[in-house]
């Protein structure tokens, strides 16, 4: 060990720097700190982004399925010591510019992260996320808001029948309704007996009532303290100050103290095992073949980062892509039509997990599954791994080590979580995120012969630590729990004393008195509005035309990748080639092209690339009643690779090739995801839906990616191959219409060095389309009926839209518009359906492209209550005084709202969109100045004039009985009633 890597390199404060490291991806360092008196670890990336992140995580595993840890994230975020308010977290939401905050609680560690790239910001975030981890005031009101409590139907009345309310209670009877959840239970019982993972940590409805306000307190004293703590630091801001700041703030007043948190191994089974869990399922559909078999080993311990690479590399050459022999396997057996879930690799138990099984299968054919799990790997170690695939698997890492993109969530949390598993069992987080050394010695474990055929015999064949899992549909399941409920607490109100039915009531009158009591939110700290970045940076393409096409070239630092996207105008397609757009854009990655099979593609693909994707997009337009119809084809991949990677897009766009057997597989695959994704999709829907009643954008994009789609690919779903042949037909006559040498506009971001290459490339893919033809645009699709409607799924919550009809982007009201919808989420919706209510969330949102606004609710337990909140939310802004400081923190979140987080891979996209829409650099800065002058008399006047006149469209997704209850309630509620 070199003397750079020795315990004890230096100092800072009361820490010893136990290492410090080169980081190359980063041109930065990994350092790797204790904190002496308390034990507290710290790891921080020094780097030059200016998204700083921050993280304060704590191991905590637990011993029941109460739900202690989940709901204490709650709780510890509901008021501290020096911010004794009781919702400080989300009310720094608005009084802040951070690019992420959030917690999660996982099987066994809760984390508390946030990004910023404001100095001032993360110094106010930092502080108020180490007093509500270290100083929560842990109240019980708060663990009766946010957790479990008796209250009656109706809250007075001690007659009216007693209920359980809660937040997490109820956003965990929603979370437990999909058959991924169910799956995740049954791999914790089987796999992991009388260990944490048989556990539900996120609280399973059954057992949460069991949880005391004193178990949780407990909870708290024994896990939240330094000695048990990971903190994680990211970016350019100094190290020292930070570092100072959690000292003077909690680490000072602390000593170190001994806590077991460690898991232990799970004890091996000499054979294997199996379980079936039940999973809700809709009444009076064919359930027959809607089962998930699953065979799931427990691997290597995820601590050990070489031994994880391995299995890391094994498990995506095995199933990552239509082409993997294992996956490729499991499809052409027709036992099922789409992986299952917890297939694949999961690193976040102790001991890794590996899966792999089908959906849609009987449950009597569950066994051989597991046959063709077990044989393809049999003789996969027998005949050889394909080493062509492996080193694709390889190129992937290598691409993932160099890309730096915030899309989908800040790069600064994302290296975070590639060093978890090391860093929170024990293992060495920084081998697990600079890989390079655990590679080089997976390629000389290659080159001494058969090192990935020993691991699939050591970690799966000859591990007897297996289990069978069948996940089976239940109609009943939700309507029979619902009942045991209802029978649990009527034996306890029957116990009640006249005494305890007041206290009840009392408790609940007192927890309203509370959620209403105005709060002194001075004691936060807030950025001003004069903290607000007015510039955007200004990003000219170098704008060409190759062939007849038009290519622009958006020069950025983009570390070595290059990111291209090929757009067409899908107004050219017919009605009925519309309805099949969303398959043409999951066959268009998923076939054969040029000669080549399907299989043969998703090599090259692999191989070559960052990832190819198609799909269709509906972009407003900022000025007018009009949008934009997309389809895109984007892609990534090394500079290196830029001539197999053009190749790549030029046969998918002028040679694909559509097999009968294959499209049918892919049909099936894509709609047996949707049918085991209602749970998960319903407030989509529900959105989609409603704004498809006011505006013929809404009406196309619900036909795309709402309900509409989901409807169609059931009805592709029934077609056997010979009916397929028009189908196939139509989407070549897609491409053809899509892919038109003069039709397409090329986007480009990548380093200027590439610049050429890249045009070299593309001549010969346009070169490769047919010319330009006479373009009939088909006719946009009108707004749907008004009507008020619910849709039933299977799922014990509901998902509450009520969306109104407003202006677009450049009219003066837009702004206006943008800020209201965040001071009714903050001030109003908040309070009203997630603190009294019970929902997980209340949102208001401002699509100022598309000229609409929406009023919505999340897992939430009522819907006549939540419509009502929806009228006086209006009548709120109206008639109630609108406070400056409360308008102010509107606008900073309006702020925020309009300037997100981007990098290189994310800027040259939406500039090009936002050319092409009408979003310039003018019109966008001319909105942001208008943001900061919005008055409260703007807000009532936006809320009088779009919003108070009743022209707003509802519609629910919930289970059934919720809708029947409402109906009973309320029999014109909706004039339409449909399943899913």
Known sequence: ????????????????????????????????????????????????????????????????????????????????????????????????????????????????????????????????????????????????????????????????????????????KGALASPAAAMQRAMGKALFPELTYEHVSGGDPEHIPELTWQKLRDFHASHYHPSNAFFYTYGDRPLEATLEAIERNVLSRFERISIDSSIPFVKRFSQPASLTEPYPAVAGEDNSRRSQALTAWVTVPSSDSFRLLSIKVLTEVLLSNSGSPLRKALIDSKLGTAMADGTGLQDDYKESVFGAGLKDVRTEDAGEVEEVVLDTLAKLAKDGVDPTQVDAVIHRLEFEKRERSNAGFPYALKVMFSCLPAYTYGGDPYASMNFDADLARLQQERKDGRWFENVIRTELLDNSHRALLTIVPDPDLEDRKHKKELERLALIEATLSEPDRNKIVEDAIRLKSAQDARQDLSVLPTLELSDIPMKFEPLAPRSTAIGGASVDFYVLPTNGVTYLDIRSDFSVLTQEQLDLLPLFGRAFTQSGAAGQDYVQMAQRIAAYTGGVGAAAQVQSLAAVEDFVQSFVVSGRALDRNIKPFVEILADLTSRLEIDPARLKEVIAETATRLESSLANLGFQFAILLAQSKLTPEGALNERLQGIGMLHSMRELAKLDEQQLGPVIDELQAIRTALFRAEAIQVVVTCEDSTVATVSEHLASLVESLPAEREKTRSPKPPAQDPVPEARIAPVPVAFNVRTFKTVRYTNADAPALLVLANYLRDTFLHKELREKGGAYGGYAQASTGAGLFMLGSYRDPNIIRTYTVYDQAVRWVLDSPIEAEQLKEAILGACGDVDPLESPDIKGRREAVNRLTGFTLQERERFKQRLLHVTSEDLRRVTSRYLADGSGVQVTVAGADLIEAARKEHPQLFAVVEPV
């Open 1 to 172: 060990m070199s003397e750079a890597t020795k315990r004890g390199v230096g100092t800072i404060g009361g820490y010893t720097v136990l290492r410090r490291e080169p980081l190359e991806r980063l041109e930065g360092a990994f350092i790797e700190l204790e904190h002496e008196r308390t034990g507290a670890r710290h790891i921080h990336i020094e780097c030059g982004d200016d998204n700083n992140g921050f993280t304060i995580l704590f191991p905590t595993p637990p011993r029941d399925s109460t739900g202690v840890a989940h709901i204490l994230e709650h709780v510890v975020l509901a008021g501290s010591q020096r911010f004794p308010v009781h919702d400080p977290f989300f009310s720094m939401t608005r009084r802040s510019l951070a690019t992420f905050m959030n917690a999660f609680t996982s099987a066994d560690w809760t984390a508390y992260p946030f990004s910023t790239r404001n100095a001032k910001d993360f110094s106010n975030l930092l502080d108020v996320y180490l007093d509500a981890t270290f100083y929560p005031r842990l109240e019980q009101d708060a663990f009766m808001q946010e957790g479990i409590r008796f209250e009656f139907e109706t809250p007075d009345d001690p007659r009216s029948g007693l209920r359980y309310k809660g937040v997490v209670f109820n956003e965990m």
